[in-house]
Structure formats: C-alpha cells, structure tokens
C-alpha cells in the first residue's frame, strides 16, 4: 500500500520569496509522483508530475519538482512566489492496480499562504 | 477541450434524505474516478471504473453509497440516507487510462448534511 506524506500543513511566505512544498512518498513499485493545487471552494488543478526520465519536473506558473529515489521525495519548489499562490497543495502517488491505471492517493495537504 | 463536468455546485440536506452527484468526463476517457474530500483533508477515493465496470469499490460505504457509469460515459453517485458524516466534497476525475495519463478534475459538489 502506498503513502504520501505532507509533513507541512502550512508554510506562510511573503511575495517574492521562493518556496518548498515537502512530499515524502512510500511505494516500491512503477513511480507516477503528481501536485496539484486547489483554491478555496475548487477542485484540484494539475500542476505537474513526473514519472520516468528527467528527475527534475517542470510544471504550470513557475513551478518544479524534483523526484530523488533515495530520499523518496518529491518536493515541489518556486522561485519567486506571488499572492495568487495561496492555496492548498496536494502531493499524490498512484497505484498502478492490477489490471488498469490505478487511483491517486493523496496526502494531506499543505497550506501556502502568501503575503503581499 | 471541455473539462470534467459536475453538477450539482451544492447541496445541503437533512440527515436521511436522499442526494445524486453527476460527473461528465472528458470525452474519450475511459476510466472514471469518484472523490470525497472531507473539509480540511485530502480527497479519498470512494470508487473507480474503467468504461462501465466498477474496478474498485471497496472503499465505498455499500450500504448507503452507490455509484454507476451505465454506458461508459457519464457517471452518478448517489448517497440514500445521508448522515452529517457525508458533509464534505465530491470530486470527479477522468484519465485516459494509459501509464502516462493525467487525472483532470471536475470542480467538485459541496456537500453539507445538517
């Protein structure tokens, strides 16, 4: 069975300043790593994902991520942040089931609150 | 391309009454999943199908829970007896079931059971 784990639940910043969202993951099996981000009273958007290749993702709005196998991590970085990325962000892992493309499973979130 | 569609935005009920969701996916995508998202926590899978067979639903409480995708097209989940429990958001997404697929999602219904 698979986990992810969000060990912030907020992270507050100003604008302007660059920012990590920490995702640690725990499966051994085909690696499919995704962000999503979710505005208040939203669905979840697609940020970006990685699965094979260049470990290093990039993604929509500045957005990257970095995945380490060693480290089981995927963690979500922007350089320079601005107040309309506020929001709660979502690390998810997927099974890949047994017979079709498996579900997400997602960790709990973490809250990117950004000053002007 | 038209997104994942849902409806309704919200509902509010009573403990005991009965509500369906809807969920449109993306034309072409054959696999379908179905989402709660308790406030303040990240979204669960309740159930999944690829075209109209249910893959898994294990996670689905069965006895006032279901869900159906009758042509492999759209979906709806359906609560029976709603208890205060069930307030939270539904999340419908779709793929297109290959390896490297993304998973879009619809912008949800908010539940509240009072």
């Known amino acids: 069975t698979q986990t992810v784990s969000q060990s912030d639940a907020h992270v507050t910043v100003f604008e302007g300043d660059s920012v990590e969202l920490r995702c640690n993951y725990s499966?051994?099996?085909?690696?499919?790593l995704s962000w999503y981000i979710q505005h208040h009273g939203r669905g979840l958007q697609f940020l970006l994902k990685?699965?094979?290749?260049?470990?290093v993702v990039q993604g929509v709005n500045g957005f990257e991520a970095e995945f380490s196998k060693s480290d089981s991590s995927f963690h979500l970085r922007k350089a320079s942040v601005h107040w309309s990325d506020s929001a709660v962000y979502f690390c998810a892992v997927r099974d890949p089931g047994t017979q079709v493309v498996g579900q997400l499973t997602f960790g709990s979130g973490t809250r990117l609150q950004v000053y002007a | 391309e038209a997104g994942v569609t849902q409806s309704p935005r919200y509902a509010v009920l009573q403990e005991g009454q009965a509500v369906s969701f809807w969920c449109d996916p993306i034309s072409g995508h054959d696999t379908l999943y179905w989402y709660q998202q308790p406030r303040d926590q990240g979204p669960q899978l309740l159930v999944y199908f690829r075209d109209e067979a249910v893959i898994d639903n294990s996670q689905l409480p069965s006895d006032r829970f279901s869900a159906v995708r009758p042509k492999g097209t759209n979906s709806t989940l359906k609560i029976q007896s709603a208890k205060q429990g069930d307030t939270a958001t539904y999340l419908c997404a779709s793929s297109s079931g290959t390896a490297n697929s993304d998973y879009t999602f619809g912008s949800g219904t908010r539940l509240l059971v009072i």
């Open positions: 990685y699965y094979s290749g260049n470990p």
């Open positions: 499966y051994g099996g085909s690696i499919y």
